[in-house]
């Protein structure tokens, strides 16, 4: 089965930094990616997903970008954080059956 | 850790009842539902998935029920237990059906009381 790393578990950024979030994946290959964020008592929100190596899908318009440079490497940037990019961060993996999982997360604060 | 504030939905219940815990779905062409449990500050955990060829599935101490009429989901939990207190989210194949992405529900704050 396969087991999903993310770094740094906690960060805190001041506003206008940029910013590196990073996710791989073990136990599995060619599999999707996904980038989500989750706000304090809220849902899900899809980011980017990824296909495959190069491959971006981006669903919301703002400041952060989704790069796939290697098949189990997905990494969220941003070259100036913004207050409301603060939130819990999460990587997740999934196949062609549909099913999804998730890594630990990083929770990022803008201050 | 995760904040889960006044936004969600709850369930209390005690410890050894069940729990049912339920989401509505908007997307007829859905095929896919899972279920998934978010203790505070870590990442949604997998717990069942159903098809849309079945009615129901079950797991260890959890069953899902699936109910395309009306676009309902359920998940029941037996004997609940302290260790499942967490936020249980709902999530469907959205998008007509496409297997690359899910849509998920607001989630409900399971708590279970001693």
């Known amino acids: 089965s396969q087991t999903i790393h993310q770094w740094p578990a906690t960060l805190v950024q001041p506003v206008g930094s940029p910013l590196s979030l990073e996710c791989t994946v073990e136990?599995?290959?060619?599999?999707?990616l996904y980038w989500y964020r989750q706000a304090a008592g809220r849902g899900l929100q899809l980011l980017f997903y990824?296909?495959?190596?190069?491959?971006i899908s981006s669903e919301v318009p703002q400041n952060l970008s989704a790069s796939r440079p290697q098949d189990r490497q997905f990494i969220l940037s941003s070259k100036k954080l913004l207050l409301s990019d603060s939130g819990f961060y999460l990587c997740?993996?999934?196949?062609?059956?549909?099913?999804?999982?998730f890594g630990p997360g990083t929770r990022l604060t803008v201050t | 850790g995760e904040s889960v504030g006044l936004h969600l939905p709850t369930l209390s219940v005690q410890e050894g009842d069940n729990s049912i815990i339920n989401c509505a779905y908007s997307?007829?062409?859905?095929?896919?539902f899972i279920w998934y449990k978010q203790e505070s500050g870590k990442g949604p955990q997998f717990i069942i998935d159903?098809?849309?060829?079945?009615d129901k599935r079950q797991g260890q101490r959890v069953t899902v029920l699936l109910n395309k009429t009306v676009k309902h989901l359920s998940l029941q939990i037996a004997a609940t237990q302290p260790g499942d207190s967490a936020v249980y989210f709902c999530?469907?194949?959205?998008?007509?059906?496409?297997?690359?992405?899910?849509?998920f529900g607001k989630g409900t704050l399971l708590t279970v009381n001693p």
């Open positions: 997740a993996c999934g196949t062609g059956g549909g099913e999804q999982y």
């Open positions: 997307n007829s062409a859905s095929d896919y």
């Open positions: 159903i098809r849309s060829n079945m």
């Open positions: 990824s296909v495959g190596i190069g491959q």
């Open positions: 136990g599995t290959s060619n599999p999707n």
């Open positions: 999530a469907e194949n959205g998008s007509g059906g496409s297997n690359y992405k899910l849509t």
